[in-house]
């Protein structure tokens, strides 16, 4: 469940009690708008900021962590090694390459990796043709892509608070790069959408960890949100806007 503190800012924002709400990111990495569109939002950032301490703490798995494994474990390779053995006498081996055959060659490119088909990995599988990456309808000067490209400009944390009333939807964020945003008590209005200028649309019962919902707009454009925190939050936001 979401903090007290969470919940008393949530009714300052709205002016009563959210009939649902949960913290969520976006399901998938905002893709790369074109250059004149993204200029003409103001060429906002489309990636989250991270806390320093993420920074430090890789720094120093990289730099102090990763050497001492690596020295720990060639010196367990050092101790290990049996002494070496006496030196075999030479012998003659043919030439490989007088004792290729004719069909040699033909063979080794049969089993050679051949390069991918156009349009499939090398898999063999269908590469996505999809430019929005299934996170938005894909047309930058819609709702949901205008979203889009203030979604880091207002908060540099990847996740926002939506709540729900009976006058519409809210999203908000917290303006700090905190560690835990979701336990923050000074989170702000982003965006507001009342019931004519927006709607979600989610399935109930979806495996927790995996759950998703969509932002849908009058022109036509959506955005989906997942990553979901809270389970208990997050099962009676799934029902609320499922109902």
Same mark, same amino acid.
């Given at each position: ?6 919940? @008393? ?17 976006? %399901?998938?990495? +905002? ?34 962590? +990763?050497?001492?494994?690596?020295i720990d474990k ?6 290990? @090694?049996?002494? =070496?053995?006496? =030196?075999? $006498?030479?012998? $003659?081996?043919?030439?490989? /390459?007088? !004792? ?6 033909? /063979? ?5 990796? @051949?390069?991918?088909?156009?349009g499939r990995d ?6 996505? &043709? ?12 819609? !709702? ?8 880091? &400009? ?14 519409? +939807?809210?999203? %908000? ?8 945003? !979701?336990?923050?008590?000074?989170? $702000? /209005? ?5 019931? =004519?200028?927006? @709607? +979600?649309? =989610? ?7 995996? /759950?998703?919902? %969509? ?18 939050? %997050?099962? $009676? ?7």
């Open positions: 469940m979401a903090k007290r503190k969470v919940r @008393r800012r949530a009714r300052k924002i709205l002016g009563a009690d959210p009939t649902a709400l949960v913290w969520c990111e976006l %399901a998938r990495p +905002i893709p790369a708008p074109p250059e004149q569109v993204h200029r003409a939002a103001g060429s906002k950032r489309l990636t989250p900021g991270r806390h320093w301490l993420l920074y430090a703490g890789a720094v120093l798995f990289f730099f102090v962590v +990763i050497p001492m494994m690596l060639l010196g367990d390779r050092l101790e290990r @090694r049996p002494a =070496a053995p006496p =030196a075999p $006498h030479p012998r $003659h081996e043919p030439d490989p /390459a007088s !004792t290729s055959t004719p069909g040699s060659e033909s /063979a080794d490119a049969a089993t050679s990796p @051949r390069p991918p088909a156009p090398r898999r063999g599988r269908r590469r996505p &043709g999809d430019p929005a990456h299934g996170l938005f309808d894909g047309d930058w000067e819609r !709702t949901a892509g205008r979203l889009l490209l203030h979604w880091y &400009g207002h908060s540099p944390n990847p996740q926002r608070l939506v709540m729900l009333t009976g006058d519409g +939807i809210c999203v %908000a964020a917290s303006p700090r790069r905190r560690l835990s945003p !979701t336990t923050a008590g000074d989170f $702000h /209005a982003v965006a507001r959408f009342s019931p =004519a200028e927006a @709607r +979600i649309e =989610a399935e109930a019962g979806q495996p927790r960890g995996f /759950a998703t919902f %969509a932002l849908h707009f009058p022109d036509g454009s959506w955005l989906e949100l997942g990553r979901l925190a809270g389970p208990d939050d %997050a099962d $009676h936001f799934l029902r609320t806007v499922s109902t």
